[in-house]
C-alpha cells in the first residue's frame, strides 16, 4: 500500500473500479488512497455504496421499458428507450434491422423481461445475428430450441434433484421457470506439442480443464511469460531458433500438473458415495483452517511453486540456500546503480538480471567472464551478505547461480544461450 500511495500521491488520475459490489471489504483501501493522495479521483461502479467519506452516489437507473398494452404500435414501441438500443445493437450486427410490425412486440417483450437493463439487452440485441428476435430469449420457445446441448426444464431439475436412489444423501433442489439451460462438461486436454515450426500453442489453446482452482489463466499468462523473452531473443537474431523448442520443454509438465490438480479438485467436489462425501465435508474445512495447508495451497494455486527442471535454462549447483536454479526469485528490494528499485521491477525490461549481493559487488565487475553480455544482462546488487550470485532469467526464474571467482555456471548458461544468435555482440 505504502508503495502504492508513494506512486500516486501527486499524479493527476482517475482510477475506475468496475464491479465494486464483489469487494466491499477493500473499501478502507479506496478511503486510504483517496485521505493520502492529493489529485487522485476514483469512480466506482457498484449495486452497493462504499460508505465511506466523500463517497458521491450517482445512481443509474435501468432504461425505461413499454407497458404491457397489446394495441401499441410499431412506432410507439420504438420510442421506447429500451426497445430502441436493442434496435441500434441488432442493426450493429444485422445491417438494415428495423423494427416492424412483427418484431416490435416481441422487442418490447424482450425489454421487459430484462428490466430495461442496458447490458442484458446489448447481449440479447447481439444474438439476432444468428437468431429470430423471437428466440433470442430462452422461454419464449422451449430452451432446448435455444442451444443444440440444452435440456429442457424437466431435465434440468430431474438432475438437480439427483437420482432416485442419491437423494437421501443431498438435499433436493428444485429450480423452475429457467432462463437459460445448457450443459457443462469438464474438459481435460491438452495438444500433442506446443510448437510446429512457427506456430507455438499459448493458454488453453494448448491445455484446458475444469475452472476449479482458478488455474486456467493463471497457467496461460505464465506460458506466455515463458516464451516471451525467449520469442524475442530468437527474432531479434541474440538467441537460436532452437531456443523455442524450451518452452514446451518447461511448461509441459507445468500444466500437466494442473490438469491433474483441477480434475482431482473436481472428482472430489463431485463425489457422490455418501460416506466419502461426508468424510470430505468434515475434514477438508478442517484441514483448510490450518496455517501450513493454507500456506501450502496459496503456493500451489498461485503457482510461484513451480521449478524449473535442470537443463540449458537451468544450471544447478551444490550450493544450499534459495532460490535455487529453477525456481522462480521472490520480488526484493535492489539497487540499479544509484536508484532504489525492486527486482521484478528491473525484470520488466524483458532482459536477464544478475542479483548480486553488494559484498560481492567490486569482485565481480572484475570478472571477465561476464564481460561479452554486458548488453544482454542487467546487474543489479542487494543487501544479502555473501548469499550467490544469482542470474535471473527474464521471466523471473533463477537460471545458474555463482560467487565472484567461481562464476562458471553462470558464464556457461550465458554462452549457451548466445552462441547461436545470428548476431551475438560481443561487447567492446
Ligand atoms: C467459468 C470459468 C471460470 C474461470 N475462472 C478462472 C479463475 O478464477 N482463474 C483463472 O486463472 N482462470 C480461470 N478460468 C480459465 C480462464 O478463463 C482461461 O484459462 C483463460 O481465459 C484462457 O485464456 P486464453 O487467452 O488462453 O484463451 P481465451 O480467453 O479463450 O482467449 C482466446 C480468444 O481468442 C478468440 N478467438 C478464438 N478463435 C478465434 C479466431 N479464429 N479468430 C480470432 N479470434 C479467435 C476468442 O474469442 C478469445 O477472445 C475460468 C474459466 C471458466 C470457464
Redesign the pocket.
Known amino acids: 500500500m505504502e508503495h502504492l500511495v508513494s506512486q500516486l500521491r501527486e499524479r493527476q488520475l482517475l482510477i475506475v473500479l468496475d464491479n465494486f459490489e464483489h469487494l466491499l471489504a477493500a473499501a478502507p483501501v479506496v478511503t486510504e488512497l483517496l485521505r493520502e493522495t492529493s489529485a487522485l479521483r476514483i469512480l466506482v461502479s457498484s449495486r452497493s455504496s462504499l460508505r465511506v467519506s466523500g463517497e458521491q452516489e450517482c445512481p443509474v437507473p435501468p432504461l425505461a421499458v413499454p407497458d404491457p398494452r397489446p394495441a401499441a404500435t410499431a412506432a410507439e414501441l420504438a420510442a421506447c428507450e429500451s426497445v430502441r438500443l436493442f434496435a441500434e445493437r441488432a442493426a450493429a450486427v444485422v445491417p438494415g434491422f428495423r423494427i416492424d410490425d412483427e418484431n416490435a412486440p416481441v422487442i418490447a417483450d424482450i425489454a421487459r423481461r430484462l428490466d430495461g437493463l442496458p447490458l442484458a439487452i446489448e447481449l440479447a440485441a447481439a444474438r439476432v445475428k444468428v437468431l429470430p428476435p423471437a428466440r433470442v430469449l430462452p422461454g419464449r420457445r422451449p430452451a432446448g430450441d435455444l442451444l443444440p446441448d440444452a435440456r429442457p426444464p424437466v431435465a434440468a431439475d430431474a438432475a438437480l434433484r439427483g437420482r432416485p436412489g442419491q437423494r437421501a444423501a443431498h438435499r433436493p433442489v428444485t429450480v423452475s421457470d429457467p432462463t437459460w439451460l445448457a450443459t457443462f462438461r469438464c474438459h481435460r486436454r491438452s495438444a500433442s506439442a506446443y510448437r510446429r515450426g512457427r506456430v507455438l500453442l499459448?493458454?488453453?489453446?494448448v491445455h484446458?480443464h475444469t475452472?476449479a482452482g482458478?488455474?486456467?489463466?493463471?497457467?496461460?499468462?505464465i506460458d506466455a511469460h515463458n516464451l516471451g523473452w525467449k520469442l524475442a531473443l530468437v527474432a531479434a537474431g541474440r538467441a537460436p531458433d532452437t531456443l523455442l523448442d524450451s518452452y514446451g520443454a518447461e511448461r509441459g509438465p507445468v500444466a500437466a500438473d494442473v490438469l491433474r490438480l483441477t480434475h482431482t479438485l473436481v472428482r472430489y467436489g463431485t463425489m457422490t458415495h455418501p460416506v466419502k462425501r461426508r468424510v470430505r465435508d468434515v475434514t477438508v474445512p478442517a484441514l483448510g483452517r490450518t496455517a501450513v495447508i493454507q500456506r501450502r495451497a496459496a503456493r500451489r494455486l498461485s503457482q510461484v511453486y513451480v521449478a524449473y527442471p535442470p537443463g540449458p535454462l537451468v544450471r544447478p549447483d551444490r550450493a544450499g540456500g534459495t532460490p535455487r536454479a529453477g525456481q522462480r526469485v521472490p520480488d526484493r528490494e535492489v539497487r540499479a546503480g544509484s536508484r532504489v528499485t525492486t527486482l521484478h521491477s528491473v525484470l520488466r525490461s524483458g532482459r536477464h538480471v544478475l542479483l548480486v549481493p553488494a559484498a560481492h559487488a567490486a569482485g565481480l565487475r572484475a570478472d571477465p567472464a561476464l564481460w561479452p553480455y554486458r548488453a544482454d544482462v542487467d546487474v543489479v546488487t542487494c543487501d544479502g551478505g555473501t548469499g550467490p550470485v544469482v542470474l535471473v532469467r527474464p521471466d523471473g526464474h533463477a537460471a545458474a547461480r555463482g560467487t565472484p571467482g567461481s562464476m562458471e555456471a553462470i558464464a556457461g548458461y550465458l554462452r549457451d544461450l548466445f552462441a547461436g544468435g545470428d548476431n551475438v555482440c560481443h561487447g567492446a
Open positions: 499459448a493458454g488453453d489453446a484446458i475452472p482458478g488455474q486456467g489463466m493463471n497457467t496461460g499468462i
